[in-house]
């Protein structure tokens, strides 16, 4: 069983230690694209509230503790709602080409550790790198036009180490 430390925190607004899992719709805006922000919104987001009903925080989120699992939720969602492959779908989607991460970023002419940024989720990537993403994980025929395109000399047609 996961242990829950956390259930014996003291709520730094009132001092009581009526730290509880509670649902609740959480909301934030992300930028991306150099778009007009964009609202993501989680109707039922499971976070770590204080459930003393005397404890008046200045900010309702004071007493909100977000966990990993939140924050993971938090970010596919955020990832969803953006309408962008996740992190792990394009580690999954390059994998499936037997391609290293240099090896993709040659082929689609991206600078350099653009995959390495996107697959760890430190940067989102465009709308346009990710069509082009789709449509390479999705087409093998997309796959082989691009090849034909870089000829001979892009890396994934170097000596590999065995
Ligand atoms: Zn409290």
Not at 11 to 19: D, S
Not at 85 to 90: G, M, V
């Amino acid at each position: 069983m996961k242990e829950k430390r956390w259930e014996n925190w003291r709520c730094h607004v009132c001092g009581q230690r009526m730290l509880r899992r509670v649902r609740q719709p959480f909301e934030y805006a992300v930028s991306h694209d150099g778009r007009p922000p964009v609202k993501i919104r989680i109707p039922d987001l499971e976070v770590i509230a204080c459930t003393n009903p005397d404890c008046h925080p200045e900010h309702p989120h004071d007493t909100i503790i977000e966990d990993d699992a939140a924050i993971c939720r938090i970010t596919e969602e955020t990832y969803r709602q953006l309408g962008l492959l996740t992190p792990t779908e394009i580690r999954a989607g390059r994998e499936r080409l037997g391609l290293t991460q240099q090896e993709l970023q040659d082929l689609l002419g991206l600078g350099g550790n653009s995959l390495s940024r996107w697959e760890s989720g430190r940067v989102y990537q465009s709308r346009s790198s990710d069509t082009l993403l789709r449509l390479v994980f999705g087409l093998s025929a997309a796959v082989e036009f691009v090849k034909g395109l870089r000829g001979p000399h892009w890396a994934g047609h170097a000596e590999r180490p065995a």
